[in-house]
């Protein structure tokens, strides 16, 4: 689908990220009274009522205060408005009209999109004078809004309507799925995430946490719509001394939370660390999709280890990720990155997988019946029937006797033998059970 784009442009710390996130209805940008602290430009798409559009929050780009714009920030200015529908300008009521904003306002006429300007911060009366400065550039009736407050939001949103395209959505059009490439710092999951959708959108370095936000970028796999959410590496709790890390790191649990499916990116030189399995942790917690790269892996000659040493290693630390797909990849190379898409698509297929009714009670009820519930005191528990209730995640409901009673290993045991019957290779199986009695 045609979706069309909104762009949030000004002057870095006039709260752009703020006023995106507003938009967006949840926090996605970093905020921060530190200029620039949104390296790259971040993209969500949202609805409002019926309408359907994308919202770009471009990095903050850095220039001298009062100073000229130079030529390579002209040049970032005119590609994200040469790239969007409509554009929304936001000045800062406290800063009053500076020489920055009036050149990008010259930018923004030259160009001929549509636009609306806005003045943030404002959030008393007494400050509405102030816009009457605004008037000189000539763009029409600024909007006074608070990104901060949430003040004069619903007004701007109401006029930014009626200035993009219209497209309906279609519930018939192919929905997307979300992936999330997810893992420590400086582990390659930019380089990954390039890799696969043949583009630079992330910044790509070797100092660890250079990608501080999510950035999602849609890719098309033989008619499959995939999300893809490339994340701010993950950092020990304790580690996170700056406000700023916290926050990424926040961000990237939130973005295995909006995911379906999340691949674990680990480090050929420093398999396995703690951290990497408290990653682990949050997918399972979640109860997404996953599946494991092992990357850096033109290096594992050096460093004398194989795929079954690997393996191994993996087994033992992510028992909670059984059956996991594990892809051994360079990103450098290109090394087993064609394999990852089709992985993602099968980890798809497992995830929402359903299974038919008699097929999974003739099944379970079998290994059950040869393998009957320990006693619990003078006490059996019984399992009457099992039901599969809903897909991503795969969820199944076991009707019994005396629910409480069935303990921890047995209910590991229900579902290592769903697993053996059924597969669900990269998926987690939840289990509920529920009191009845035998009628």
Known sequence: MN???????????VGKSTLFNRIAGRRISIVSNIPGTTRDRIS??????????GIIDTAGINHKNQGDLSEEVTYQYSEAIRNSDLLVFLLDINDGLTIPDIQISNTIRKSGKPFVLAINKVDSSSKEIGLLEFYSLGMGDPFPISAYHNSGISNLMEKLLTLI??????DKQKKEFRVSI???????????????????????????GTTRDSIDSNYD????????????????????????????????????ERSHISVLVLDTKEL????????????????????????????????????????????????????????????????????????IINVRNEFNKKINSDDLNNSL??????????????????????SQTRVAPPTFSFESSNPK???????RFLQNNIRKEFGFNGSPIVMNFKHKSNE
């Open 182 to 208: 997810v893992g420590r710092p400086n582990v390659g999951k930019s380089s990954i995430f390039n890799s696969i959708i043949k583009s630079n959108r992330s910044i790509v370095s070797s100092i660890p």
């Open 272 to 343: 396995i660390t703690d951290q990497d399995t408290h990653i682990g942790g949050y997918i399972d917690q979640a109860s997404r999709g996953y599946l494991i790269v092992i990357n850096k892996w033109d290096l594992s000659t050096k460093l004398n280890i194989n795929h079954n040493l690997i393996t191994k290693k993996i087994n033992e630390r992510f028992k909670f990720m059984e059956g996991a797909p594990l892809i051994f990849t360079s990103a450098i190379t290109g090394y087993g990155i064609k394999k990852i898409i089709p992985s």
């Open 365 to 386: 009820l079998k290994y059950i019946s040869e393998n009957p519930l320990p006693r619990a005191g003078n006490r059996r528990p019984k399992i009457f029937k099992v």
């Open 44 to 53: 969500f798409t949202t609805q409002w009522g019926n309408n359907k559009f």
């Open 221 to 256: 796999f033989e008619g499959k719509n995939i999300l893809f959410i490339d994340t701010a590496g993950l950092k020990k709790r304790g580690k996170t001394k700056i406000g700023l890390e916290k926050y990424s790191m926040l961000r990237t649990i939130n973005s295995i």
């Open 165 to 170: 395209p219209k497209y309906p959505i279609n």
């Open 3 to 13: 979706i069309p784009i909104i762009t949030i442009i000004g002057r870095p710390n």
């Open 405 to 411: 009673l069935i303990h921890f290993s047995y209910r």
